[in-house]
């Protein structure tokens, strides 16, 4: 019965012990399961602001990541997202509170927070979600600056892959710190792919990290000779971008 029902029970079979999960448990395991912003968009709605806090920072993830997909253009659909969207952004600072300092809970790394703080950075609305969305972003703007701080002090590459190093150039702040930034992923940088080097160099330019961008036009334009034929459109216009 229990491992039938593990949505709401968890049941340890070589412990002989069973557990009601919390309703934060179980709205995450709901959630993970959510494939459509529309219905995503309705259980964020529905969910108390109590439980959604205490949520883990992938289920939050998770669920940014799904409202940001096309969804339907209905008014009431639009309407809707937007709310779920105020709700995770109102709860943000309590689940970041909650990895930092439960024992028990997992604390986000340098590349979930790029990715949060991304999402966050999208999201636009009315004056009173813009304020709410500035507050959280300048919260995981500071919790990145840390870890790229610590990084920094102690001399060693950044945590990151290419790909979540392409979303913390994006992240506001971090356009200022290009030359060290280049410094401390240029290993991962120049051993990338070319379609990772691209993305880079496009987030780079975007993002006005100037010596970063002309490191990476250097390793693209380098590579341009290598570069299959379908990845020369995308390295082309990066690099006249």
């Known amino acids: 019965y229990f491992s039938g029902h593990f949505d709401s029970w968890e049941y340890r079979a070589e412990l002989r012990s069973v557990r009601l999960r919390t309703r934060e448990e179980r709205l995450g395991l709901e959630l993970s399961s959510v494939a459509t912003p529309e219905q995503m968009a309705q259980k964020i709605v529905n969910a108390a602001d109590d439980v959604l806090i205490r949520l883990p920072w992938r289920a939050v993830r998770h669920s940014f990541q799904i409202l940001s997909r096309r969804g339907s253009d209905d008014v009431s659909a639009l309407l809707l997202r937007m709310e779920a969207k105020r709700k995770l952004i109102g709860v943000l600072g309590g689940v970041l509170a909650t990895a930092q300092t439960d024992a028990d809970a997992e604390a986000p790394p340098l590349g979930a927070i790029a990715g949060l703080a991304h999402q966050v950075h999208l999201v636009s609305g009315d004056p009173g979600l813009a304020k709410t969305r500035d507050e959280a972003l300048d919260l995981l703007v500071r919790h990145a600056s840390a870890a790229v701080d610590e990084a920094e002090q102690a001399a060693r590459p950044l945590d990151l892959d290419v790909i979540d190093f392409a979303a913390l150039i994006a992240v506001p702040g971090m356009a200022e710190r290009s030359n060290s930034l280049l410094q401390l992923m240029n290993f991962k940088l120049m051993k990338a792919t070319m379609q990772e080097q ?42 006249v971008k």
Not at 227 to 239: D, I, N, R
């Open 198 to 239: 691209v993305q880079v160099l496009d987030a780079a330019a975007t993002a006005g990290a100037a010596s970063l961008t002309r490191a990476m036009a250097l390793a693209v334009a380098n590579a341009l000779n290598k570069a299959k034929e379908e990845e020369l459109g995308s390295a082309v216009k990066a690099l």
